[in-house]
T-cell receptor
Framework: NAGVTQTPKFQVLKTGQSMTLQCAQDMNHNSMYWYRQDPGMGLRLIYYSASEGTTDKGEVPNGYNVSRLNKREFSLRLESAAPSQTSVYFC????????????FGPGTRLTVL | AQSVAQPEDQVNVAEGNPLTVKCTYSVSGNPYLFWYVQYPNRGLQFLLKYITGDNLVKGSYGFEAEFNKSQTSFHLKKPSALVSDSALYFCAVRGRSNDYKLSFGAGTTVTVRA
C-alpha cells in the first residue's frame, strides 16, 4: 500500500496563477482532509470531505476550492495564488468517525512569488 | 471552539533521560486526544490516542501519554529518549460533537543529544 500520495512535491507559482494539488489514498478511507502548515502555527484545516460526495470548509478556506473526485481522490485548487498561500500543504485520510486517527501524505511545498 | 496549547517550542534532553512534551487542551465536553510526530521533510505520523477508559495510553516507539481531565492535559512521555526521537511533535484534540475537525497545537521540537 502506498498510503496517501500527493503531487507535486514542490511548486513555485507567480501571483495570480492557478494550480491544483492532487491527493489519493489507497486505504479505502471515507474521510479526507487538506491542511496547511506554517511555522509556529501547527496545522490548520482548509477543507475536508467526511465521505464521498460531501465537502465542508475548515478553519482557513478562503482562496481555495476542493473536489472529491471519487472515494480515493481529493484535490485542492488555488484559483489565483497569493504570496500568503506560500506554505506546506498536507493531505490526510481516515476511516471516518471521530475516534480514528488520520494518515498523512508527504506534503507539497508551495511558494508563491 | 476547541484549541490546543503546547507551551514549549523546544525541548532538549540527553539520550537515555526521560522525555516529556506538554499539551493542554480546551474543548466542550469530553475530548478525543491525539499525538503525532513529524520527521524532517515528511508528513505526520500517528503515535497514540486517548478515546476513553484508562488515563495512561501507550503508543508507538515506546511513547505513552497521560490524560488528566482536571488539568485538561495530555502530556507525552518516554522513559528513555533516543537520538532518533528528535523530531517535531504535535498534540491534537477533537470534540465529541458531529464536527470532524481536528485542532492541532503549534508543535514542540524535540532534540535529543547523544
Amino acid at each position: 500500500n502506498a498510503g496517501v500520495t500527493q503531487t507535486p512535491k514542490f511548486q513555485v507559482l507567480k501571483t495570480g496563477q492557478s494550480m491544483t494539488l492532487q491527493c489519493a489514498q489507497d486505504m479505502n478511507h471515507n474521510s479526507m482532509y487538506w491542511y496547511r502548515q506554517d511555522p509556529g502555527m501547527g496545522l490548520r484545516l482548509i477543507y475536508y470531505s467526511a465521505s464521498e460526495g460531501t465537502t465542508d470548509k475548515g478553519e482557513v478556506p478562503n482562496g481555495y476550492n476542493v473536489s472529491r473526485l471519487n472515494k480515493r481522490e481529493f484535490s485542492l485548487r488555488l484559483e489565483s495564488a497569493a504570496p500568503s498561500q506560500t506554505s506546506v500543504y498536507f493531505c490526510a485520510s481516515s476511516e471516518g468517525g471521530k475516534v480514528n486517527e488520520q494518515f498523512f501524505g508527504p506534503g507539497t511545498r508551495l511558494t508563491v512569488l | 471552539a476547541q484549541s490546543v496549547a503546547q507551551p514549549e517550542d523546544q525541548v532538549n534532553v540527553a539520550e537515555g533521560n526521560p522525555l516529556t512534551v506538554k499539551c493542554t487542551y480546551s474543548v466542550s465536553g469530553n475530548p478525543y486526544l491525539f499525538w503525532y510526530v513529524q520527521y524532517p521533510n515528511r508528513g505526520l505520523q500517528f503515535l497514540l490516542k486517548y478515546i476513553t477508559g484508562d488515563n495512561l495510553v501507550k503508543g508507538s516507539y515506546g511513547f505513552e501519554a497521560e490524560f488528566n481531565k482536571s488539568q485538561t492535559s495530555f502530556h507525552l512521555k518516554k522513559p528513555s529518549a533516543l537520538v532518533s526521537d528528535s523530531a517535531l511533535y504535535f498534540c491534537a484534540v477533537r470534540g465529541r460533537s458531529n464536527d470532524y475537525k481536528l485542532s492541532f497545537g503549534a508543535g514542540t521540537t524535540v532534540t535529543v543529544r547523544a
